[in-house]
């Protein structure tokens, strides 16, 4: 389906089939969201004016990312990609050839082989609702945990923040949250392979918008000389400019957790998020013929 342009620099989903297998190949054949999406943003030279375009009203989505999950979506029932319960997208074929690939070929395969034979002419719209359904289910989730996360208190998400870094190796986790400290929130220690270990230091931003470069500078001044690493935590995300910045040559390296992958977090180590499994069952007719 064709979502409605809320900008006319704005491609279609369909308009970024193309670019999301291109930046899987650029990335090796695999890549989490935030990488191939980052990856698209490049290829299809987005300006920043249209990364921030938000998706609905409560803005906790862009429109653009909304439009790469509904690419995505189709490239795998298309055959073309997998996903791992890890959130790891990975090409199903290493050979590609991308200009033998056709966007409306593949949109129009994939509502064919999902379409219920006995709605082919009765429902010619069910297989877009599917679609439709099965990409909210997707987001869905995640915009409602940062519409929670935005209305918890300070306090209570500095908390959240040591928790995640506690359940996820760090030791020594202390919230300050001290005023006038350059946005400081708390400082850890982690510890790679058991042998060295890194002093690291971390701001908690709860942002429905961007954090911009010059927020990642005055993080950076004020973590200087007081540790090896910093850590910015938002519900937001970064413009291309502040990831830029995060990782210039010759300044102390900052991490960044954006709100997708704040929410993918805590799915992955089960704070405040359950996924429930439902049982199928497969009947293995060749483990029979093999008695």
Known sequence: MTRKRTNSNLPTYDQLIIPTVKALLELGGSGTVEEINNKVYEIVQLPDDILQIPHGQD????????????????????GLLENSARGVWALLKADIDIDSLDPEHIKRTVKEQARPLAQKKNNPKQIEKEIEEEVENIEE????????????????FERLAQRILRES??????????????????KGIVRVSGLLSFHVIFQCKRYKGSVTPSQIRDFRGAMQGRADKGLFITTGKFTRDALKEATRDGAPPIDLIDGELLCDKLKELKLGVETKMTETIEIKNDWFQNL
């Open 169 to 186: 190796g760090f030791f020594q986790v202390e919230v300050t949250g001290k005023t006038g400290d350059g946005g400081i929130d708390g």
């Open 59 to 78: 803005g906790s989505v862009n429109e653009i990312d909304n439009r790469l999950t509904w690419s995505r979506t189709y490239l795998k029932k298309f």
């Open 141 to 156: 989730w995640r915009e409602q945990l940062l519409n929670i996360l935005y209305n918890v208190p300070p306090a209570a």
